[in-house]
């Protein structure tokens, strides 16, 4: 019996391959090239599934050309490189990566707002270059974290993952708007309290962005938001590029209209915005929120194991258009 064919469309790692190997004749991307959408296409042929990255759209443009493919699996928990309506109306599974990195995520997203707070990498160049030639009292003096008020844009998992940590590790006061409110058992359990936009964005201290991105989120943050913000203010971003303005970012950070910001998503990364790369006040990680082995390793299972269980088994784990399965 002849397997189904498969695409992976990045490097992953060698024993998923084998795992996916097992079940199916896949072709792979050793030199993880990053393709154009026409190169995309030319290797979908014949494929009936798919294992993607957040760096390949799967839009109406693909499925038209790809009239075949069944299922595209991505190995992440966002998906808005996925046209999930236009997969929906073809007929195509969509699948992403939820749960398995909600806590490495949380954890990456109190690193990057303390080493924000606390300037850890501005101090850390001024070392490098040889300027600490002596210890001054107010040398890199940062906001305050424990005690302060932690305010929370999105409050899916990785959102209340990061409440948790703030409200019972650092003893914060946790305020938090989302598109729904969580039930009074959540909100206990985060010991977040549900606040509109303009309270969230004039009251916290440190304000974590973990909403996914939409054209209803697009620059949800931007010269008028940040405008509201305390001047004191931090301003961290786990979630998407493009739900930040990083233009109107650079400015307010550059004129000291917020006290800084911690970005690892970006506009069009892996560009980042030119003025972000100038201002000293800001921290900047290469989309490495999830970047654990363990965890990468779990969400690239997931990802195999939703094509694995779909197309052997007609048995996805973590569907985004069930609907396809009924049809
Ligand atoms: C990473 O950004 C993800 O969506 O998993």
Same mark, same amino acid.
């Given at each position: 019996?002849?397997?189904?064919?498969?695409?992976?469309?990045?490097?992953?790692?060698?024993?998923?391959?084998?795992?996916?190997?097992?079940?199916? =004749?896949?072709?792979?991307?050793?030199?993880?090239?990053?393709?154009?959408?026409?190169?995309?296409?030319?290797?979908?042929?014949?494929?009936?599934?798919?294992?993607?990255?957040?760096? =390949?759209?799967?839009?109406?443009?693909? +499925?038209?050309?790809?009239?075949?493919?069944?299922?595209?699996?991505? *190995?992440?928990?966002?998906?808005?490189?996925?046209?999930?309506?236009?997969?929906?109306?073809?007929?195509?599974?969509?699948?992403?990566?939820?749960?398995? +990195?909600?806590?490495?995520?949380?954890?990456?997203?109190?690193?990057?707002? *303390?080493? @924000?707070?606390?300037?850890?990498?501005?101090?850390?160049?001024? &070392?490098?270059?040889?300027?600490? @030639?002596?210890? !001054?009292?107010?040398?890199?003096? %940062?906001?305050?974290?424990?005690?302060?008020?932690?305010?929370?844009?999105? *409050?899916?998992?990785?959102?209340?993952?990061?409440?948790?940590?703030?409200?019972?590790?650092?003893? *914060?006061?946790?305020?938090?708007?989302?598109? !729904?409110?969580?039930?009074?058992?959540?909100?206990?359990?985060?010991?977040?309290?549900?606040?509109?936009?303009?309270?969230?964005?004039?009251?916290?201290?440190?304000?974590?962005?973990?909403?996914?991105?939409?054209?209803? !989120?697009?620059?949800?943050?931007?010269?008028?938001?940040?405008? &509201?913000?305390?001047?004191?203010?931090?301003?961290?971003?786990?979630?998407? %590029?493009?739900?930040?303005?990083?233009?109107? +970012?650079?400015?307010?950070?550059?004129?000291?209209?917020?006290?800084?910001?911690? +970005?690892?998503?970006?506009?069009? =990364?892996?560009?980042?915005?030119?003025?972000?790369?100038?201002?000293? /006040?800001?921290?900047?990680?290469?989309?490495?929120? !999830?970047?654990?082995?363990?965890?990468?390793?779990?969400?690239? /299972?997931?990802?195999?194991?939703?094509?694995?269980?779909?197309?052997?088994?007609?048995?996805?784990?973590?569907?985004? /258009?069930?609907?396809?399965?009924?049809?």
């Amino acid at each position: 019996m002849t397997k189904p064919h498969i695409l992976v469309a990045r490097a992953i790692f060698p024993e998923t391959l084998a795992r996916l190997a097992q079940q199916f =004749e896949v072709e792979a991307n050793p030199d993880d090239a990053i393709w154009t959408k026409a190169q995309l296409i030319e290797r979908l042929q014949g494929k009936v599934g798919a294992f993607t990255t957040g760096s =390949e759209r799967v839009d109406t443009e693909v +499925l038209a050309a790809c009239p075949q493919l069944r299922i595209v699996a991505n *190995m992440a928990v966002g998906y808005n490189n996925f046209d999930v309506d236009a997969m929906t109306a073809a007929g195509v599974l969509a699948t992403n990566a939820p749960d398995v +990195l909600t806590e490495t995520t949380a954890d990456f997203g109190f690193a990057l707002l *303390m080493a @924000t707070a606390r300037r850890v990498t501005e101090s850390e160049h001024f &070392l490098r270059a040889g300027k600490w @030639t002596k210890w !001054s009292y107010d040398m890199f003096a %940062g906001a305050e974290v424990h005690g302060s008020t932690l305010g929370i844009l999105g *409050m899916g998992r990785i959102g209340q993952g990061i409440a948790r940590r703030g409200a019972h590790g650092f003893g *914060m006061k946790v305020i938090y708007h989302n598109r !729904s409110r969580l039930s009074p058992e959540r909100e206990a359990e985060c010991e977040a309290r549900y606040v509109d936009k303009e309270e969230l964005l004039r009251t916290a201290d440190h304000l974590v962005l973990v909403v996914p991105y939409s054209a209803a !989120s697009h620059h949800a943050i931007g010269a008028a938001e940040l405008a &509201l913000m305390k001047r004191t203010a931090c301003l961290v971003n786990i979630a998407r %590029g493009g739900i930040v303005d990083d233009a109107a +970012l650079a400015v307010a950070l550059r004129e000291k209209r917020i006290a800084a910001a911690g +970005l690892d998503v970006f506009e069009g =990364e892996p560009k980042v915005h030119p003025d972000l790369l100038t201002v000293p /006040n800001v921290v900047l990680t290469p989309h490495i929120a !999830s970047a654990t082995i363990p965890t990468r390793m779990a969400m690239a /299972n997931l990802a195999a194991d939703n094509l694995i269980g779909f197309l052997t088994q007609g048995k996805p784990l973590t569907p985004l /258009n069930p609907e396809v399965l009924t049809r």
